[in-house]
């Protein structure tokens, strides 16, 4: 054969097949392990200020301080921080009249992940009746930023672009004597 004959030519196929065998090590293959996570990540993007989400709700009791540093009580939040920062204000309404309300995001746990919020009762006994429910949540502000926050009702009526919102100029005033 050809390559059996010169040194040369072996240390060239060998050389090769070494770079096709590192090559083809190098590549990923997507698999259901990767499309499951390609989804999960997708699901994950921060939603906008403003949009109706579907969620799982589930409660919690234990617990003293939140991950904000506040005090746990009535009105707190746990989320995916991916999701939902801490900070976040959201508004439930397809609960019992009880567990309706708005909630403040302060709190974050390792069981919390994806769309699932945690609200936290006072009462474990409740929180374990509580179980889990599908919901329907409006976010109202993301994170501490206040500026990201839903838009009002005159908001949405009356948008106005960016340059009738600005103030207007007033002219410099000019010395006496000075003339254009």
């Known amino acids: 054969m050809i390559i059996s004959g010169s040194l040369r030519r072996k240390s060239l196929a ?4 070494a770079g096709v065998f590192v090559g083809a090590y190098e590549v990923t293959i997507p698999d259901s392990k990767y ?22 709700a589930t409660a919690y009791c234990k617990g003293i301080t939140t991950a904000s540093g506040a005090t746990v009580q ?8 991916a999701l939902l920062p801490v900070g976040s204000v959201v508004q439930i309404d397809s609960l019992p009249t ?10 974050t746990g390792p069981a919390v992940q994806g769309r699932l919020v945690d609200l936290y009762m006072w009462s474990c006994y409740e929180a374990l009746a509580f179980g889990r429910k599908p919901i329907h949540l409006t976010v109202l502000r993301m994170g501490w930023n206040p500026r990201a926050t839903a838009p009002s009702l005159f908001d949405r009526l009356f948008k106005h672009p960016e340059a ?17």
């Open 14 to 17: 060998t050389v090769l097949t």
């Open 35 to 56: 499309a499951a996570w390609q989804n999960v990540t997708l699901e994950a993007s921060a939603p906008a200020p403003g949009a109706r989400l579907p969620f799982n």
């Open 74 to 81: 009535t009105g707190v939040a746990a989320s995916d921080p």
């Open 98 to 107: 009880r567990y309706n309300g708005i909630y403040t995001v302060l709190d």
């Open 164 to 180: 009738a919102t600005a103030l207007p100029s007033r002219p410099l005033p000019q010395e006496p004597g000075a003339t254009n």
